[in-house]
Every structure is written in structure tokens, then in C-alpha cells.
T-cell receptor, first 113, second 116 residues
Framework: EAGVVQSPRYKIIEKKQPVAFWCNPI?????LYWYRQNLGQGPELLIR????????DSQLPKDRFSAERLKGVDSTLKIQPAELGDSAVYLC???????????FGPGTRLLVL | AQKITQTQPGMFVQEKEAVTLDCTYD???????LFWYKQPSSGEMIFLIY??????QNATEGRYSLNFQKARKSANLVISASQLGDSAMYFC?????????????FGKGTTLSVSS
């Protein structure tokens, strides 16, 4: 069974540019999470989806970040415009109600210059 | 206040030795879950072990065991017979309440280095 897929793996952009990350969860997993991991820190939740509904986006900086999960499967996270402080690893995870844990993708490493 | 505290920034161990990675947590919920993840340099978070707050037995998964001391609010990870491939960052995480779909709260991690 395929794991959580994320692309791109790496992205380097200049500040004020837009950037988008894509995530395809494990097949059948109804819950999808986006986390941000700053250097030397643990991941922190940005947004959580139950199917296509965003049920927890309290930590998403809505002035520049947006996310969508059309049809309740794959998801896109966008930053526009990017700032230097957005440099981080963006991790996508998915889970199923019957399972104990979340499964993570390999992440997208973003560097904003 | 920190929800999850990992006080060891780095730990060093020799191959085949056991190592304990510390984790303390803070919650007023009776229902919570505790997790350990491994993050190698490739970046992916790999699930290792889970302990529910109502579980009476300490969780074990192969070479990993979780030393759960509820009264002390600690959930230390014990890795027996360390291997070179265990070198990675290790994160303790909590889910409160312990319901499927709830996001995880992570500590800052401990870097484990295993030498031959």
C-alpha cells in the first residue's frame, strides 16, 4: 500500500513569491493534516480536514496561507506571498478513524530567500 | 506551558546498548494518547509506538518499549540493543483528547547518535 505522497520534495523561492504544496493521503484515510516543522522544533498543526471540511484551521495564518481538499482526497497548501520566516518543512499526514495513529509523508522543504 | 517536554537535546549510545529517551507531558484530560516518532535525515516521521492513558500495560513494539508512569506524567522511550540505523531525531507527541482525528502535539525532539 502506498504511503502519503507529497510534492515537491524541495522548493526554493524568493520572498513575496507564491508557492504551493501537494499531498495525496493514504487511500481511504478521511482525515488529512498539514503540519509545519521549523528547524530544531517538532511539527505544529496548521490545518486539519475531515473529508473535505476544514475542522481545525485555528493555527493557519489566513492572511497568506490557504488550503483546500477538493473531493476529500488530495490537498493543496498555498502560501502567497511567501516570507523569509516561512522557511520550514511542511508535512502532510493522514489517518483513519479506526487507527491509533497518523501516517506522515516525506515533507516538502521550503527555503525562502 | 509546554505540553510535551523533551529535556535531552542529544543522546549518544554505542551499538547493542539500550538507551532511554525522556518525555514528560502536561494535560488535565483523563483521556489522552502518547506517541513516539522517529525522524531520520530524510525527513519522514515514522511511527514507533503508542500508549493510551487507560492502558495498564506498558506498550512494546519489537525493540521499542514505552515506560509509562502516569502519576509522574512521563512516557519515556526505551530502545533496546541499539543499531546504527537508529541514529535519528526522536519526537514524543500527545493527542488530547484521545480521539481519532485529533491533531498531535509534539515535543522539540531528541537527537540520538549510535556509534559502532
Amino acid at each position: 500500500e502506498a504511503g502519503v505522497v507529497q510534492s515537491p520534495r524541495y522548493k526554493i523561492i524568493e520572498k513575496k513569491q507564491p508557492v504551493a504544496f501537494w499531498c495525496n493521503p493514504i487511500s481511504g484515510h478521511n482525515t488529512l493534516y498539514w503540519y509545519r516543522q521549523n528547524l530544531g522544533q517538532g511539527p505544529e498543526l496548521l490545518i486539519r480536514y475531515e473529508n473535505e471540511e476544514a475542522v481545525d484551521d485555528s493555527q493557519l495564518p489566513k492572511d497568506r496561507f490557504s488550503a483546500e481538499r477538493l473531493k476529500g482526497v488530495d490537498s493543496t497548501l498555498k502560501i502567497q506571498p511567501a516570507e523569509l520566516g516561512d522557511s520550514a518543512v511542511y508535512l502532510c499526514a493522514s489517518s483513519l478513524a479506526s487507527l491509533k495513529t497518523q501516517y506522515f509523508g516525506p515533507g516538502t522543504r521550503l527555503l525562502v530567500l | 506551558a509546554q505540553k510535551i517536554t523533551q529535556t535531552q537535546p542529544g543522546m549518544f549510545v554505542q551499538e547493542k546498548e539500550a538507551v532511554t529517551l525522556d518525555c514528560t507531558y502536561d494535560t488535565s484530560d483523563q483521556s489522552y494518547g502518547l506517541f513516539w516518532y522517529k525522524q531520520p535525515s530524510s525527513g519522514e516521521m515514522i511511527f514507533l509506538i503508542y500508549q493510551g492513558s487507560y492502558d495498564e500495560q506498558n506498550a512494546t513494539e519489537g525493540r521499542y518499549s514505552l515506560n509509562f508512569q502516569k502519576a509522574r506524567k512521563s512516557a519515556n522511550l526505551v530502545i533496546s540493543a541499539s543499531q546504527l540505523g537508529d541514529s535519528a531525531m526522536y519526537f514524543c507527541a500527545m493527542r488530547e483528547p484521545n480521539q481519532a482525528g485529533t491533531a498531535l502535539i509534539f515535543g522539540k525532539g531528541t537527537t540520538l547518535s549510535v556509534s559502532s
